[in-house]
């Protein structure tokens, strides 16, 4: 049975550009949502026939961690395993997250890091793209709040802040969590693989002169946006506490 690992986050959190950097040195297999919400057997994932079937049984299973549902992922990582020769897969979970207690009970020797990004942050990422439907409803801030509380409780954590400061340590954290042994040769080619392989839809909009992060730099947010996240009596004092700018120029409001 292949060795799972996971990497929860919200979506445009930088999940991508993490994982698959991360498993670089190592030719590790990534699994990229394969409980959903979407059926990945086609291109450009061509995961295993059975994708699409957990997909549906999580959903009928009203997104819970039913034995079922555990068997048939177990069942799908180790058919994504061998088809690409590794027997680690890292597993990422940007949507349709599990509570931390109930993933722990059904995937009990299975170690996780939580990502977070600066809401504001990513909530631009969806101005950006004009992908408004999936920010959710009022900002997004009932499904940042959640994800957030769960953040806080967890031993192994990041924030997509640390990967943009410094990613050098920043893999080495997700890997000393995941129980990966590395040297520098590791970190060097992690670093030359994010240089190098960077997210589809993030790219598009990219400043490649400066390496810029748009979602950062031109801001595409209503007013209200901003400030119902920062007058948020969780998630304004929340951003204090990690060193997020709570002024509205910021995010240009």
Same mark, same amino acid.
């Given at each position: 049975?292949?060795?799972?690992?996971?990497?929860?986050?919200?979506?445009?959190?930088?999940?991508?550009?993490?994982?698959?950097?991360?498993?670089?040195?190592?030719?590790?297999?990534?699994?990229?949502?394969?409980?959903?919400?979407?059926?990945?057997?086609?291109?450009?994932?061509?995961?295993?026939?059975?994708?699409?079937?957990?997909?549906?049984?999580?959903?009928?299973a009203e997104r819970r961690l039913t034995p079922e549902v555990v068997q048939l992922a177990h069942e799908v990582h180790d058919q994504i395993a061998e088809r690409t020769g590794s027997d680690v897969v890292i597993?990422?979970?940007?949507?349709?997250?599990?509570? #931390?207690? +109930?993933?722990? @009970? %059904?995937?009990?020797?299975? *170690?996780? $890091?939580?990502?977070?990004?600066?809401?504001?942050?990513?909530?631009?990422?969806?101005?950006?793209?004009?992908?408004?439907?999936?920010?959710?409803?009022?900002?997004?801030?009932?499904?940042?709040?959640?994800?957030?509380?769960?953040?806080?409780?967890?031993?192994?954590?990041?924030?997509?802040?640390?990967?943009?400061?410094?990613?050098?340590?920043?893999?080495?954290?997700?890997?000393?969590?995941?129980?990966?042994?590395?040297?520098?040769?590791?970190?060097?080619?992690?670093?030359?693989?994010?240089?190098?392989?960077?997210?589809?839809?993030?790219?598009?909009?990219?400043?490649?002169?400066?390496?810029?992060?748009?979602?950062?730099?031109?801001?595409?947010? #209503?007013? +209200?946006?901003? @400030? %119902?996240?920062?007058?948020? *009596?969780? $998630?304004?004092?929340?951003?204090?506490?990690?060193?997020?700018?709570?002024?509205?120029?910021?995010?240009?409001?």
């Amino acid at each position: 049975m292949a060795r799972i690992v996971w990497l929860f986050s919200l979506a445009r959190s930088g999940s991508s550009v993490s994982v698959y950097a991360a498993a670089a040195p190592f030719g590790h297999a990534v699994a990229d949502e394969v409980m959903g919400p979407w059926d990945r057997t086609g291109e450009p994932y061509h995961y295993p026939k059975l994708q699409a079937e957990l997909v549906r049984a999580y959903q009928a299973a009203e997104r819970r961690l039913t034995p079922e549902v555990v068997q048939l992922a177990h069942e799908v990582h180790d058919q994504i395993a061998e088809r690409t020769g590794s027997d680690v897969v890292i597993s990422k979970w940007p949507h349709l997250r599990p509570e #931390p207690s +109930e993933w722990r @009970r %059904a995937f009990p020797e299975s *170690p996780a $890091v939580y990502l977070i990004r600066n809401p504001l942050h990513r909530l631009n990422s969806f101005y950006r793209r004009g992908w408004l439907d999936s920010s959710g409803p009022n900002f997004d801030l009932a499904r940042f709040t959640q994800f957030a509380r769960w953040w806080v409780e967890q031993s192994n954590r990041v924030s997509y802040d640390d990967l943009k400061r410094d990613p050098a340590a920043f893999f080495r954290r997700v890997w000393a969590a995941w129980g990966f042994a590395h040297d520098e040769g590791h970190v060097d080619q992690a670093l030359s693989y994010m240089r190098s392989h960077y997210h589809d839809s993030s790219l598009k909009l990219s400043d490649r002169s400066t390496d810029a992060v748009m979602s950062e730099s031109g801001w595409a947010l #209503p007013a +209200e946006a901003v @400030r %119902a996240n920062l007058d948020d *009596p969780f $998630v304004g004092p929340f951003m204090q506490e990690q060193g997020w700018s709570v002024d509205p120029a910021d995010y240009g409001a």
